[in-house]
């Protein structure tokens, strides 16, 4: 058991790893080379360390604590206690859920390791919104996705913002980097899937036409919001999809767009 420790200075180097949070940039380039991801909230903090990641250390507002204690009595991390002002001082934001753990990240598994057993992946690119790809996240494993893949542009799955709005989903489902983009794509279908394009262009087939849930195995591409997949992306794939429209609308959200698309190809009627 770790024995809680008060902090009362915002400066104190115990608490490195919290500074800054809202600096999108600053955690960009911090955590992915310290090896580090916050988990922010009770439930995800839960989920991180059922999943398996190391916890580094705990950030506490005192009434956190009772809550805590059975993780507090597991952990074998320093947990600071913190008065709500302090926590904000240092995060930049107010820690309205009033628990944070930075956690050890795991080495990520190339590609053909997350396809391998696989029959329903997503394939994201360019992806940067946070919130959309934590959405994403947590449509992918709420609906029975096996495995997410990434172009090397898209955001961090584990970026603060994306777990939080993952409810900790994206410990749920494994993720990879597709690199070289799109040339790496040959790593899917390489693995027996059909590449399946969603785009809103009135040329592609109608998803329910295609009736995705009967392909042995299924590899659903999305492009970022507004832009969607690149026109190289569209080209590499097997066949363009797109979710019929009603009433002039003529696309969905990415995060929307992804999920009735999971639905339609994990559906098993």
């Not at 050890?104 to 598994?109: D, T």
Request: proline share 7%.
């Amino acid at each position: 058991m770790s024995e809680p420790s008060t902090i009362t200075d915002p400066a104190d180097p115990r608490l490195a790893d919290y500074t800054g949070l809202t600096d999108v940039e600053l955690r960009r380039r911090r955590e992915p080379a310290e090896g580090l991801f916050i988990a922010e909230g009770e439930k995800v903090i839960r989920r991180a360390l059922a999943a398996g990641y190391r916890m580094r250390s705990m950030l506490l507002t005192a009434k956190w604590l009772d809550v805590m204690a059975d993780v507090i009595a597991e952990a074998d991390a320093p947990v600071h206690v913190v008065e709500p002002a302090l926590a904000e001082a240092v995060t930049g934001y107010h820690v309205h859920r009033g628990a944070l753990a930075s956690m050890e990240r795991k080495p990520l598994p190339d590609a053909a390791a997350v396809l391998a057993g696989a029959r329903r992946v997503a394939v994201l690119e360019g992806l940067v919104d946070h919130t959309n790809l934590g959405a994403i996240f947590r449509s992918a494993a709420a609906l029975g996705m096996d495995a997410v893949l990434l172009s090397p542009d898209c955001a961090d799955p584990l970026y603060r913002r994306a777990v939080k709005v993952s409810m900790g989903a994206v410990f749920a489902v494994p993720y990879a980097r597709l690199d070289p983009w799109p040339a790496a794509l040959g790593t899917v279908r390489a693995a027996g899937f059909s590449l399946l394009a969603l785009t809103p262009a009135d040329s592609a087939v109608d998803l329910a036409t295609l009736a995705p849930h009967q392909l042995p195995k299924a590899a659903l591409m999305l492009g970022a919001e507004g832009d969607g997949l690149t026109r190289q992306a569209i080209a590499a794939a097997d066949h363009p999809v797109r979710i019929p429209m009603a009433h002039g609308i003529d696309s969905l959200n990415v995060g929307a767009a992804a999920a009735v698309a999971f639905y339609a190809v994990t559906a098993t009627s």
